[in-house]
């Protein structure tokens, strides 16, 4: 797209992609010319994800196909920097229960501290989702709980061969 395109930032880990994560994605990628989903690849956390980067990037694809002015990149720099890389003006985030309010919070003033010229905007969760998370999905799937309307479906079937005891 020409110079002039408003590109935002979509950052997780997406451990793995959930419906909750895509609700997000979807709708800011209604609100910007283009969308880059950002999948941390970050060398501390090396071996603390159950999916490497390369199958939660390959998740975050299938689920988004259909999105024309969506694109998944790994990083592994700071997201203020990433951000600036891949000319964003905005780095979107969802916020589900006041939980996330207190971490977002600080962030924001520490990575608007990096980068003034960078907004940090927030959509709330829709109701369905608003207490969806990764680490609850994998916790579901290693006791057999029903996933199939939390994740995408080729995700559900790689959380079962990974986790299902
Ligand atoms: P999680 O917190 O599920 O492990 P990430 O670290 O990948 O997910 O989070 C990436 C972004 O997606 C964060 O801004 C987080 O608040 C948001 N997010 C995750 N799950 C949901 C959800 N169910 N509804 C709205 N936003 C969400």
């Given amino acids: 797209?020409?110079?002039?395109?408003?590109?935002?930032?979509?950052?997780?880990?997406?451990?793995?992609?959930?419906?909750?994560?895509?609700?997000?994605?979807?709708?800011?990628?209604?609100?910007?010319d283009e969308l880059v989903i950002a999948v941390v690849n970050h060398p501390v956390r090396k071996g603390g994800t159950l999916f490497d980067i390369e199958e939660r990037l390959e998740f975050v694809r299938s689920a988004t196909a259909d999105l024309q002015n969506a694109r998944a990149e790994p990083f592994d720099i700071l997201i203020v920097e990433f951000a600036r890389k891949v000319g964003a003006i905005a780095i979107v985030k969802g916020l589900r229960a006041i939980s996330d309010f207190e971490y977002e919070f600080e962030m924001n003033q520490l990575n608007r501290r990096q980068a003034p010229d960078i907004e940090s905007v927030y959509l709330m969760a829709s109701e369905q989702y608003s207490f969806l998370r990764s680490s609850g999905v994998k916790e579901l799937a290693t006791?057999?709980?029903?996933?199939?309307?939390?994740?995408?479906?080729?995700?559900?079937?790689r959380l079962k061969e990974e986790l299902a005891r």
């Fill in 1 to 32: 797209m020409s110079g002039s395109a408003r590109i935002a930032v979509c950052p997780g880990s997406y451990d793995p992609i959930t419906n909750g994560h895509l609700d997000i994605i979807r709708r800011a990628a209604g609100l910007y």
């Fill in 143 to 157: 006791f057999g709980g029903k996933i199939d309307n939390l994740v995408p479906d080729d995700v559900a079937r």
